[in-house]
């Protein structure tokens, strides 16, 4: 929803979004086959969903996919993340893993290298992302 939507009113996250219910097909807005900052390694399923919920300074979105390992190489941007169902693991370039799990929250830093892998059938995070940073990425190839 557009800042402009919500007329200076506090937005809830819909809780069915946040069941995975009601995502689209993630298109464009996915980790690319190539390209910076992320690229796929490797996918046993290739649906990716994703609900964008705030439009405005920042970006908020709900993203979904099934078992993945992307790689990162000098993201541009910083992310908070809020594992919504799922694992993951994220490995830095000098090897260093951290496991999140349902409930946790990260954030990964604008210049992470590394990978992003998905270890669940199901993995659903809610993230946040300023947006200028985020259309940079989006425009790059």
Same mark, same amino acid.
Not at 58 to 74: F, L, M, R
Not at 102 to 124: A, H, Y
């Given at each position: 929803?557009?800042?402009?939507?919500?007329?200076?009113? #506090?937005?809830?996250?819909?809780?069915?979004?946040?069941?995975?219910?009601?995502?689209?097909?993630?298109?464009?807005?996915?980790?690319?086959?190539?390209?910076?900052?992320?690229? @796929?390694? #490797?996918?046993?399923?290739?649906?990716?969903? @994703?609900?964008?919920?705030?439009?405005?300074? @920042?970006?908020?979105?709900?993203?979904?996919?099934?078992?993945?390992?992307?790689?990162?190489?000098?993201? +541009?941007?910083?992310?908070?993340?809020?594992?919504?169902?799922?694992?993951?693991?994220?490995?830095?370039?000098?090897?260093?893993?951290?496991?999140?799990?349902?409930?946790?929250? +990260?954030?990964?830093?604008?210049?992470?290298?590394?990978?992003?892998?998905?270890? #669940?059938?199901?993995?659903?995070?809610?993230?946040? @992302?300023?947006?200028? #940073?985020?259309?940079?990425?989006?425009?790059?190839?």
């Amino acid at each position: 929803m557009p800042r402009t939507d919500t007329k200076g009113t #506090s937005l809830r996250v819909d809780a069915a979004l946040l069941a995975g219910k009601g995502l689209e097909d993630g298109g464009d807005r996915a980790a690319k086959k190539k390209g910076n900052p992320r690229r @796929i390694l #490797s996918q046993r399923d290739p649906r990716q969903q @994703i609900a964008i919920v705030f439009e405005g300074d @920042i970006v908020v979105a709900i993203y979904e996919s099934g078992p993945a390992k992307v790689e990162i190489v000098d993201c +541009f941007y910083d992310e908070f993340v809020h594992v919504v169902e799922g694992q993951m693991i994220l490995t830095d370039d000098k090897g260093v893993a951290q496991e999140y799990n349902k409930g946790d929250n +990260f954030v990964m830093p604008k210049g992470f290298c590394g990978t992003w892998e998905m270890t #669940s059938d199901v993995f659903r995070e809610l993230v946040a @992302i300023e947006t200028k #940073s985020l259309e940079a990425d989006h425009n790059a190839e």
